[in-house]
């Protein structure tokens, strides 16, 4: 039985809290510190991706930190050191937050409510979609539904007119190739992946720090994104492999004998696309059978829990890399 639940015009009745279930963010409220939530954001822009903006400082804002020092040729510690904040500087004109207006098309579904764990029951959805506007508005912006209570209040309401603070993750050039699917340039506008990005020549995954990094035709790290890949169950493929195409907004075939946790009893099943499905909004297959690049309906997760072997981004960094690489780009895989 398929069950969705299309939330339109009734969202102009519903608010910005209390801080949603697992799932669409986290459950305790969000501290945002506001000069670390502009450094992530300047990172955000320039390609160093802290993956969650949050205001939180951690290991994946000193990993977002290195890939910007090793890109501009200073000592690679991690830290917010003099030399760094003198680069950084250059870039104080890219505010923290941004005041963004609500609008029916923001507001808008279709959202998949309650969006079910069964792979059988997900089969039986016409789309694993969002589950709600604040998981919409949590990846539009690059943050978390939590995140964007905590800039706001949870009595905002979620109405046509009603201005809310958001992450600056904002585009800031949206004309994608006309050749990309329609439904695709829709998905990278609704990302905020910027139109203009630079063209990789290799990619190159590191299990050791736990980071996706996107090299041009001299070498040079131009891109860099926090990454999930493999366990012990299915490790990191080490080797060189080569990038064969992408797959938008993809369906997912669910073979429970590839999966280790899979539960007993479960059977073949091909699950709709959607930002909620288990590889998000593309999936980037690899010459290695089975494994490819993909997105997360999980994107606080990034970096922290383990995966099938596969190299998980969060879909905005996913959607945004797919527009730097082409066929062919050579995979490194490396301890």
């Given at each position: 039985?398929?069950?969705t639940v299309l939330i339109a015009a009734c969202l102009a009745s519903a608010s910005l809290g209390p801080v949603?279930?697992?799932?669409?963010g986290t459950k305790t409220a969000a501290t945002v510190e506001k000069r670390v939530l502009q450094t992530q954001v300047i990172l955000d822009h320039l390609g160093f991706s802290p993956g969650v903006?949050?205001?939180?400082?951690?290991?994946?804002?000193?990993s977002a930190v290195k890939g910007f020092q090793e890109a501009n040729g200073l000592d690679?510690?991690?830290?917010?050191?003099?030399?760094?904040?003198?680069?950084l500087s250059k870039y104080q004109n890219i505010p923290a937050t941004q005041t963004v207006t609500l609008t029916p098309e923001l507001l808008a579904g279709p959202y998949t409510n309650p969006l079910p764990k069964n792979p059988a029951k997900q089969a039986a959805l016409p789309e694993l979609g969002y589950r709600n506007a604040m998981e919409k508005f949590g990846e539009m912006f690059h943050t978390t539904p939590a995140v964007l209570i905590a800039l706001n209040s949870g009595d905002t309401k979620l109405s046509p007119g009603v201005k809310i603070t958001v992450p600056n993750a904002i585009a800031t050039a949206r004309d994608y190739d006309a050749k990309l699917p329609e439904k695709w340039r829709q998905t990278l506008s609704g990302l905020n992946?910027?139109?203009k990005q630079p063209q990789g020549a290799k990619i190159v995954v590191d299990k050791s720090d736990s980071v996706l990094r996107?090299?041009?035709?001299d070498g040079k790290l131009i891109a860099q994104f926090q990454a999930t890949?493999?366990?012990k169950h299915d490790p990191l493929p080490i080797g060189t492999w080569k990038i064969l195409g992408p797959a938008y907004n993809p369906p997912f075939h669910y073979n429970p004998k590839l999966f280790w946790d899979a539960k007993k009893g479960q059977k073949k099943a091909t699950l709709p696309p959607g930002p909620n499905g288990p590889v998000g909004v593309v999936w980037l297959d690899l010459s290695k059978p089975h494994y490819g690049i993909h997105g997360t309906p999980e994107p606080s997760t990034i970096g922290r829990a383990e995966?099938?072997?596969?190299?998980?981004?969060?879909?905005?960094?996913v959607a945004r890399l797919s527009l730097m690489i082409k066929p062919g780009t050579p995979a490194v895989f490396q301890e």
């Open positions: 039985m398929r069950r949603p279930a697992s799932g669409a903006l949050d205001g939180k400082a951690g290991m994946s804002l000193t690679v510690t991690g830290a917010l050191d003099k030399p760094t904040q003198a680069a992946v910027d139109s996107v090299l041009d035709a890949m493999g366990s995966s099938h072997g596969c190299i998980r981004l969060t879909n905005w960094d």
